[in-house]
């Protein structure tokens, strides 16, 4: 080939090196980061072990953390997304996905908050194995029809990646503890 393709070859190979989105390289590198937990935590529990003596005292479920540490750690991640729904209903939205917000918008994000805090309330005056039991159903669909979804279908910011971080953590203390 002569020098004019030659150029025209580094010109388009350079182009598709140094112009990568660095949303697609954040996206890629949260889900690499997800997959590694997920991957560490299934191992984690097939892997056979020795219980100590002082672990088989302990009247609990059986589960490598409390249930109520499952709980907790809901309450953490809904909460938190549920107050910044109900009282900053233009940041979350706009934090997360690529939208200008109208006030259709922040209306039902602020009842979509108030529904998340209402259900974190509910939680709460439940029997611990009925609140977890629903935890992880909840926290489980709302993973596939939540984060999920969004990042397949939806136009989102890199601060949503953040989901791949919360709802690995989220699905795996309710594991442990089961």
């Not at 900053?88 to 918008?105: A, G, I, L, R, S």
């Not at 805090?117 to 909840?138: H, P, R, W, Y």
């Not at 596939?144 to 279908?153: K, M, Q, S, Y």
Request: proline fraction near 5%; charged fraction near 15%.
């Amino acid at each position: 080939p002569g020098p004019a393709r030659r150029k025209l070859e580094r010109s388009v190979l350079s182009r598709s090196i140094h112009h990568r989105k660095p949303l697609t390289i954040t996206y890629t590198t949260m889900k690499l980061i997800s997959t590694i937990l997920l991957a560490s935590t299934a191992a984690a529990l097939k892997a056979p072990r020795a219980a100590p003596m002082k672990a088989l005292q302990v009247p609990r479920g059986g589960g490598m953390v409390e249930k109520s540490t499952a709980l907790t750690v809901t309450k953490v991640v809904f909460g938190l997304y549920g107050a910044q729904m109900l009282f900053v209903p233009d940041f979350v939205m706009t934090q997360n996905f690529k939208m200008k917000m109208n006030k259709e918008t922040a209306f039902i994000t602020r009842i979509s908050g108030l529904g998340w805090l209402a259900f974190l309330k509910c939680l709460g005056g439940m029997d611990e194995d009925d609140a977890f039991n629903t935890s992880f159903i909840v926290s489980a669909i709302c993973a596939v029809i939540g984060p999920i979804n969004a990042e397949l279908n939806l136009d989102c910011n890199t601060a949503h990646g953040a989901a791949w971080v919360l709802f690995p953590v989220l699905l795996a203390s309710h594991a442990l503890a089961m």
